[in-house]
C-alpha cells in the first residue's frame, strides 16, 4: 500500500497544497491561499467505490494524515464516480479461500471508521448517488453530512450474509427506521435524513462540493485550537463507544461465516443468481 505524496503550486487558485494517493483514496490541504486551513480526501475507485483491503486501510491513513496537519481545521470526504461509497470489494473476497481478505476488509473498515470518528477536526461528509454498507460507517462517524438531490443511504448487509454498520445507522435515522432498514435492506433518501436533522443541506448535484466547503470554511474561520478540543470533547459525550459497537457486529459477521451463509450470499452476489433458501 505505497502512499505517494507530494507539496504543490495549484495553478487554478495560486495556493500551496499538500496531496498524495493510494489505492483509490487521494488526499489534500492548502497551506496559504482561499482554501487554507480546509483538508480533502477523495474517494476514487470505479466502477462503484466499493473499496479494496488496501484501500479501507488507505482511506484510514488518509484522514490521519491530514487531520495531524496543524494547518487544517476542518477535513471534508467525498467521491468521484457514480456514488459516494458502495461498502467493501465482495469479488476480492470471493477470490481468496484463506479469508484473509474477509478479516482484512473487516479491519479496513474498522480502521477508516475509527479514524474518521476520532478525526482531530470535524469531518464533513458530501455524499452524492449511492451511500451503502461501509459508506453509511464513514458518513454516520462523519459530523456533518451534504447531500445531493438523488442520493440514498442503506445497509444492505444481511444480502450479502453479513452484519455490521447498524451502529453507524443509528446515528442517522431512528431506531425503528434502522431496524427496518437493516432486515428489508432498503434504503433512505438524502430527504428523509434531512427531515430527522442528520443531514445538514440536500443541494443539487452542482452544489455539493461550494456548500461543503462552505461549511468547512465557516468551520476553518474559528480558532483551531477551540474546534479541536470541542471535537474532542463531543466525542466524549457521545452515548455509546461507536468503535466497540461495531467491534460487536462485527462478531456476527464471522459468525456467519462459519455457518456457511456469508459465503453463500456473498457468492450469490457475485454471480448475479439467487441465493437459494
Not at 64 to 73: F, G, Q
Request: proline content about 5%; aromatic content about 6%.
Amino acid at each position: 500500500m505505497p502512499v505517494h505524496s507530494r507539496r504543490a503550486r495549484d495553478p487554478k487558485k495560486g495556493d500551496t497544497v499538500t496531496e498524495g494517493s493510494a489505492d483509490g483514496i487521494t488526499w489534500r490541504f492548502g497551506t496559504d491561499g482561499p482554501d487554507t486551513g480546509i483538508g480533502e480526501v477523495v474517494m476514487d475507485a470505479p466502477p462503484v467505490n466499493a473499496l479494496t483491503v488496501n484501500g479501507w486501510y488507505a482511506l484510514a491513513e488518509a484522514v490521519r494524515t491530514v487531520a495531524a496537519a496543524p494547518e487544517v481545521r476542518a477535513l471534508v470526504l467525498r467521491a468521484k464516480g457514480r456514488g459516494f461509497n458502495a461498502g467493501v470489494d465482495i469479488k476480492e473476497i470471493q477470490a481468496d479461500s484463506t479469508y484473509q481478505s474477509l478479516i482484512g476488509a473487516n479491519r479496513g473498515c474498522f480502521a477508516a471508521f475509527k479514524a474518521v470518528y476520532e478525526c482531530a477536526v470535524p469531518v464533513i461528509a458530501a455524499v452524492h448517488g449511492f451511500c451503502l454498507g461501509g459508506g453509511i460507517g464513514l458518513v454516520g462517524n462523519a459530523d456533518i453530512i451534504v447531500a445531493t438531490e438523488d442520493a440514498t443511504f442503506g445497509l444492505p448487509e444481511v444480502e450479502r450474509g453479513a452484519l455490521g454498520a447498524a451502529t453507524h445507522l443509528s446515528r442517522l435515522v431512528p431506531q425503528h427506521k434502522m431496524r427496518q432498514m437493516v432486515y428489508t435492506a432498503k434504503p433512505a433518501t438524502a430527504s428523509e435524513l434531512h427531515s430527522w436533522g442528520s443531514v445538514a443541506a440536500v443541494v443539487p448535484a452542482d452544489q455539493l462540493m461550494p456548500t461543503a466547503l462552505e461549511l468547512a470554511g465557516e468551520i476553518a474561520a474559528k480558532d483551531p485550537v477551540v474546534i479541536r478540543a470541542a471535537k474532542e470533547s463531543l466525542n466524549g459525550i457521545d452515548l455509546w463507544d461507536v468503535n466497540r459497537s461495531y467491534r460487536y457486529e462485527q462478531g456476527y459477521t464471522f459468525e456467519l461465516n462459519l455457518s456457511g451463509a456469508a459465503d453463500a450470499a456473498r457468492q450469490a452476489f457475485v454471480t448475479g443468481t439467487e441465493q437459494q433458501r
